[in-house]
C-alpha cells in the first residue's frame, strides 16, 4: 500500500512537470512567441492603445534626450522609426547605435515605454580591437 | 544472466582506469580555463567585466543540451535493442543535466540583469531552455515511480525521445524567432564571431565541463549497476535461491 | 591589494559575476560528491550482501 501510494506521488509530480513544460509551450505560442515587433511592423499594424506589446530595433543616433528621469528617444529598424519615451533606470548597455528592446504601448504614434531591456549582438571582442577595426575601416559591426 | 553481466562488468573495469583521467583533466582544464577567463581574458568592448559570466553561462548551456541529446541517444539504444548499460547511462546522466540547466538558466539570470535590465524574460530561447529543465526534473520523477526498474525505464524513455523536439528549437531558437537573447556565437556559419583571447577560456571550460560530466556519469553508471547486482541478490534469496 | 579589489569588484560587475562562479561550484561539487556517495554506499550494501550469502566478494 505504501509503496503504490509512492509511485502514484512520482506519477502524479512527473505528470505535472510535463503538464508545466506543455503549459509554456502553449503560453509561448499564444503570445505568438514573437518577443518584439521592428518599427515597420508597428507602422503597419497601428495596434491599439490599450494593447501591451514590444518594441525592437537600434537606438537612433543622436534621438537620445533627457530630462531629469524621462528619457525620449527613436527606435528604428533604418527603414522606419518609433518615438519612444520612458521614465526610469536604463540598462547599462543603453547607448545610441546599440539594440534595445521597449516593453509598452503605442499612444497616439508615440510608444509609451514601461520597461526598456538592452540587446546586445553576438560579437564579443576587447575594446582594443574594436578600436582597430574602427581606424581601419574594417568596423562591421553596429555602433557604440 | 552471464551474458548480461559481461559487459557491466567489463565496463566496470574500463571505468576504473579512466575515473583518474577524467577527475586529472577536469582539473586541469578547469584551472586554466578559470585563470584565461579571469584573469588573462579581456573586458568586452560592450559588455566591459560582465562578460566574465559567459565563461560559465555557455558551457552549462551547451553541457545541458549536450547531456539531453546524450540521454536521447541511450534510451534509444535502451529502447531498441534493450542494452541494459545505456538504459542505466540515460538515468545516470538526468541529474547531471539537470544541474547543468539549473546553472544555466541561473548564470543566464546573473548576467541578463546588468546586461538586459532583466533577470528574466519570455523569449522563446529563455522559455525553451526552462522546459528542458522540466523534462529533466520529469525523467527524473519518472524513472523513480516504479517498483519494476525495467518499466520505470521504458516510460521514462519514451518520455526523453518524445522531450528531444525542445532541442533543435532550444538551438535554432534565437535564428527562427525574435528574442532578447542573441544568436550564436561560436557555432555558427562564417566561424566564431568572438576574439581568439576570449574563445580560448570559453573552449578550455566547455572541455572542462565535458571531462566533468564523464567523471560524474562514470561514477553514476558504477552506482546503478551495483545497484542493479544488489536488486538480483535479494530477489534470488527471496525465492530461497542463496 | 588594491588591485586585488579591484580584481574582485570586476568594474561592479563582482556582485552578479561570483554569486554565479559560487553556486556554479557548489552545484558540481555537491553532484561530484553525492555520486560519489550514491556508489561507496552501494558497493558497501553489496560486499554486506555478499558476505551473508558466503559469496566470494568479487569486486564486479
Known sequence: MKRKHKRLTFVVVALGFLALATALVLL???????????????????????????????????????????????????????????????????????????????????????????????????????????????WQGGNP | MIQKFANPARFIRLSQALLPWMAGLTLAFA?????????????????????????????????????????????????????????????????????????ALFTGAMWGKPMWGTWWVWDARLTSML?????????????????????????????????????????????????????????????????????WPLLLMALAFTTYYLWVLLLRLRGEIIANKIRVLRLRRVHGQA | MESLAAFFDMGGYGVYIWPGYALTAVVMVGMLVASIRFLSSNEARLEALQAENGEPSDEA
Open chain 2, 31 to 103: 584551472a586554466v580555463g578559470l585563470y584565461l577567463g579571469l584573469v588573462v581574458a579581456p573586458a568586452d568592448y560592450q559588455q566591459g567585466e560582465s562578460v566574465r559570466i559567459m565563461y560559465i553561462h555557455v558551457p552549462a548551456a551547451w553541457m545541458a543540451l549536450f547531456c539531453y541529446t546524450a540521454m536521447a541517444i541511450a534510451a534509444a539504444v535502451g529502447l531498441i535493442w534493450k542494452h541494459p548499460l545505456a538504459d542505466l547511462a540515460a538515468k545516470s546522466t538526468a541529474p547531471i543535466g539537470a544541474a547543468f540547466t539549473f546553472l
Open chain 1, 28 to 138: 509561448a505560442f499564444e503570445e505568438g512567441i514573437v518577443f518584439f515587433y521592428s518599427p515597420t511592423e508597428l507602422t503597419a499594424k497601428k495596434p491599439p492603445a490599450e494593447r501591451r506589446l514590444r518594441v525592437g530595433g537600434l537606438v537612433e543616433e543622436g534621438s537620445v534626450e533627457k530630462s531629469g528621469t524621462v528619457v525620449t528617444f527613436r527606435v528604428t529598424d533604418l527603414n522606419n522609426s518609433v518615438p519612444v519615451t520612458y521614465k526610469g533606470i536604463l540598462p547599462d548597455l543603453f547607448r545610441e547605435g546599440q539594440g534595445v528592446v521597449a516593453e509598452g504601448r503605442l499612444v497616439g504614434g508615440v510608444f509609451v515605454a514601461a520597461e526598456v531591456l538592452a540587446k546586445h549582438d553576438e560579437t564579443y571582442m576587447p575594446p582594443e580591437v574594436a578600436e582597430a577595426l574602427k581606424k581601419s575601416g574594417r
Open chain 2, 131 to 199: 522546459v528542458l529543465f522540466f523534462l529533466y526534473l520529469g525523467y527524473i520523477a519518472l524513472v523513480n515511480a516504479f517498483d519494476n526498474p525495467a518499466r520505470g525505464i521504458k516510460a521514462s524513455s519514451i518520455l526523453v525521445l518524445v522531450g528531444f523536439v525542445n532541442v533543435p528549437i532550444i538551438k535554432f531558437s534565437v535564428e527562427w524567432w525574435n528574442t532578447l537573447h542573441q544568436p550564436a556565437s561560436v557555432l555558427k556559419i562564417g566561424g566564431p564571431s568572438i576574439h581568439p583571447s576570449m574563445l
